[in-house]
């Protein structure tokens, strides 16, 4: 069985609620947007995250017998909805803050390819 | 230098945004022997196109995510490259109104600080950094505020940015710190080292010691150290205090941080008033300042997109009527925050908590806002808060709560200060009047950390104005 990849999973969902016909290279855009975000933010925010990560992951098991990266599409929308309207607040957060980023992405999608590298001026 | 990883010089800046850039400036056209260190990368302003995801990661600190936790959540943004936040903002400037010096004077009892003494600072820096008015070029997005706030008897203006507008192309150029200040200390003689992130402070033998790490090339962190007599802290309002911090430092330090927290509406009007090459807008609401303003923001498809995420809906009404739409905001002064250093992270965290009256005045502002928006032709008003309903009339304002009801990511903040105050009265200031830190020698701070507290207006042309005050002081002091 292959690792688990929650972030690509949970963007998929979230890609799904607005936009079900994206293909897979441009879902994997924004799904590499929401890893970097998350590499990106405070580390004691990365840690927090990463543990919320893996609760949501092996949360189904459970109930399903298998981890949200390897529910069937419409378990894996129920999943994502139940944290969304959960009692617990970070719950509710860590989905907000990937729907934030997730649907950064997804909107600066179209102008993705006429972007040439980043260049320093100076080292 | 000395070896490999230990530099020597005079005056060491850290930071380069409008604070540390001009500083380091004024100091370099003196004659003084001057490195400026920059913990982000030294980027092109065309190196991402403005307010886009790539800017986020290449710009922004951490990916612009900063929360400061607390009951209410603030989301805010800082940058993190050379020229710091003047490289991601829109660069909306005003002088300070003269009753904020004035208000600073009496409660912090800063020295020499009114409008008529800081009036020649700033025009030293809008002489270097122009600022323009759009005029007939502005967009219709941002005159429908101001239309609005007319239509309500309300005082409204066009803000200047930091930028030269080609009206005939309707394009121009920033006038952000990379292609104006940093321009002219490069040109000066200082040293500029970006990737560069100092870690602590201390001082030996009459010198202050500075120890970090710099970035290179190959993405590995190797170790550096300078050595100064003089040393400037600009590396804005939360890393300032978490530095002084971390080096021992912390009477008044990063205990007073305060904001200009922000809660925005999306307004969709019966026709286009948003088109892609439109300059960004300028419009504001300054009737009921200072408790709050009101503003237009940066409205492309991606921001309108994220604003209204919390809708099922969200993407088809974009791709529909993004045209028709434009994000309008209010903000106020209210809410305090502290900065602390958690040991084992490199971050530091903030804290932050509003009173009842904070959250009332941000409730009374939406409610104002939309009230000008309606006034404007809007047909209806998304407000971007959590469980707030859509308006489709006056009528339906009677429904927004009086107090703000904010969840997570509801309220937000382009603007951060006031972590270290400056001014005579010790037991409210961590610097004197004029930036040096209380206690030390050859330590200063000179960024957004100073400002005694919310500036009303967009602080860039403050934060610019007072460094030139403060730097041209410590020259005319010699330091001392």
């Known amino acids: ?123 | 230098m000395n070896g490999q990883s230990e530099i020597e010089t005079e005056i060491l800046v850290i930071g380069s945004g409008p604070g540390g850039a001009v500083s380091g400036t004024l100091f370099a056209e003196a004659g003084r022997h001057v490195v400026m260190v920059e913990e982000g990368d030294h980027l092109a302003l065309e190196a991402a196109p403005h307010f886009s995801r790539e800017e986020m990661l290449l710009k922004y600190r951490n990916a612009g995510v900063g929360v400061a936790l607390g009951r209410h959540k603030l989301a805010w943004v800082e940058g993190r490259c050379v020229g710091g936040g003047s490289e991601v903002n829109r660069g909306l400037y005003h002088r300070t109104p003269g009753y904020v010096f004035d208000d600073w004077r009496r409660r912090f009892a800063v020295h020499d600080l009114d409008l008529a003494g800081m009036t020649p600072h700033f025009e030293a820096c809008e002489a270097v950094a122009r600022v323009e008015y759009a005029g007939i070029a502005a967009s219709d997005m941002s005159r429908r505020l101001q239309q609005g706030a007319q239509a309500q008897g309300w005082l409204a203006i066009e803000a200047p940015r930091l930028y030269r507008y080609d009206h005939d192309h309707r394009s121009g150029v920033k006038q952000s710190m990379s292609a104006t200040f940093v321009q002219r200390f490069v040109a000066a003689g200082g040293a500029l080292l970006p990737r560069t992130r100092i870690a602590r402070l201390r001082r030996m033998n009459g010198h202050w010691i500075a120890q970090g790490s710099r970035r290179g090339e190959d993405g590995r962190q190797r170790p550096v150290t300078f050595r100064a007599k003089t040393v400037f802290i600009a590396c804005g309002a939360v890393q300032t205090p978490a530095l002084l911090r971390r080096s021992g430092i912390s009477h008044n330090v990063g205990d007073s941080l305060r904001f200009h927290p922000m809660v925005k509406v999306v307004a969709e009007f019966d026709r286009d008033v948003n088109r892609p090459d439109d300059f960004d807008p300028v419009h504001q609401v300054k009737e009921f300042e200072p408790r709050f303003g009101m503003g237009c923001s940066i409205s492309t498809p991606a921001m309108l997109g994220v604003a209204l995420s919390g809708r099922p809906d969200h993407w088809q009404l974009v791709a529909e009527r993004w045209r028709r739409m434009g994000i309008y905001y209010v903000q106020s002064g209210g809410g305090e925050a502290s900065v602390r250093n958690l040991p084992g992270f490199e971050d530091p965290i903030v804290r932050v908590r509003f009173s009842q009256g904070d959250l009332s005045v941000l409730g009374e502002g939406l409610r104002r806002l939309c009230e000008a928006l309606f006034a404007a032709g809007a047909q209806r008003i998304y407000p971007c808060l959590a469980g707030y309903p859509d308006l489709h009339s006056p009528g339906d304002l009677a429904r927004l709560p009086d107090v703000l009801q904010a969840s997570d990511g509801n309220m937000t903040s382009v603007h951060v200060f006031s972590s270290c105050p400056m001014g005579e009265d010790r037991r409210r200031t961590a610097a004197n009047s004029f930036g040096k830190v209380h206690g030390t020698d050859g330590l200063y701070i000179n960024d957004a950390s100073l400002l005694c507290g919310p500036t009303s207006v967009n602080p860039q042309g403050t934060v610019m104005a007072v460094a030139h005050r403060n730097a041209s002081e410590a020259l005319t002091r010699r330091f001392h």
């Open chain 1, 1 to 123: 069985m292959s690792k688990p990849d929650t972030v690509a999973a949970l963007v998929d969902v979230l890609v799904d609620e607005s936009r079900p016909g994206l293909s897979a290279s441009e879902r994997g855009v924004v799904a590499d947007y929401v890893r970097s975000t998350l590499a990106g933010m405070p580390d004691y925010f990365r840690i927090g995250f990463r543990m919320l990560a893996m609760m949501f992951e092996i949360a189904p098991l459970p109930v399903h017998g298998h981890r949200f990266s390897y529910l069937a599409p419409a378990e894996r929308q129920a999943h994502v909805q139940a944290w969304r309207r959960s009692r617990m607040g970070f719950r509710r957060s860590m989905i907000a803050f990937y729907t934030t980023f997730a649907c950064y992405g997804l909107y600066s999608l179209p102008r993705a390819q006429d972007r040439a590298p980043a260049a320093r001026i100076a080292a």
